[in-house]
């Protein structure tokens, strides 16, 4: 199946979802959303000499809260994640939809709220460069997956209008190659995000 195909379900099915749950926030009041924007410190395991490198985040995230201690957060995120060895510098670009169940400490009428999260991440690669020049598309595995887990802050900067911040990390669970490049250890990605957000309450959560 192709990549492009692969990213087409994701996005429908995360679309359908989002549509399905649609009509119970409105009763409910239990919806918050928006753009979130970060820096990845990226690396791989098993390669000799391997350094991180920096690469940007960016996408969308969606909160959907069962009560004001406990939620679900969905995201989409395009991610530059890597390595670099002592010759060649490697950016790869792919496609994230995190799924993290989050626990809030607080009141849901505190303006500051720390909270708790981890889930996992499926990664679809979008391509990538070797020292500025691209990859070849089909040494890289398609789909990764990922454990993810962090914390981070929630500020209420205006009604139903909040500022997060996120630290969290990203442990791979599969080799970045695809299976038939193969070869000695895996070589798995691993990563440490820092991110900024502004989540919009679509309505009050009672």
Not at 1 to 27: E, G, P
Not at 188 to 197: D, V, W
Request: neutral net charge; hydrophobic residues 40%; contains cysteine.
């Amino acid at each position: 199946m192709s990549t492009k195909r692969i990213l087409f379900i994701v996005l429908m099915l995360t679309t359908s979802w989002i549509a399905s749950n649609a009509q119970d926030a409105q009763v409910q009041d239990r919806w918050s959303n928006g753009p979130r924007g970060g820096v990845n410190f990226a690396n791989v395991s098993n390669v000799q000499e391997s350094q991180s490198i920096t690469g940007v985040v960016l996408g969308l995230t969606t909160t959907y809260s069962f009560n004001e201690n406990t939620g679900l957060t969905l995201e989409a995120l395009y991610s530059v994640e890597g390595y670099k060895e002592p010759f060649s510098e490697f950016h790869l670009r792919y496609l994230q939809i995190p799924l993290y169940f989050d626990y809030f400490f607080g009141q849901l009428g505190d303006r500051l709220r720390p909270k708790v999260y981890a889930g996992i991440v499926p990664g679809f690669f979008l391509g990538g460069t070797a020292n500025e020049l691209d990859v070849n598309h089909d040494y890289y595995n398609k789909v990764l997956v990922a454990a993810s887990a962090g914390f981070g802050v929630n500020y209420r900067i205006a009604n139903r209008v909040w500022l997060n911040a996120d630290l969290r990390s990203y442990l791979g669970l599969s080799d970045i190659r695809s299976e038939v490049n193969q070869t000695g250890e895996s070589i798995k990605p691993s990563n440490i995000q820092l991110s900024l957000g502004i989540c919009y309450g679509l309505s009050k959560l009672e």
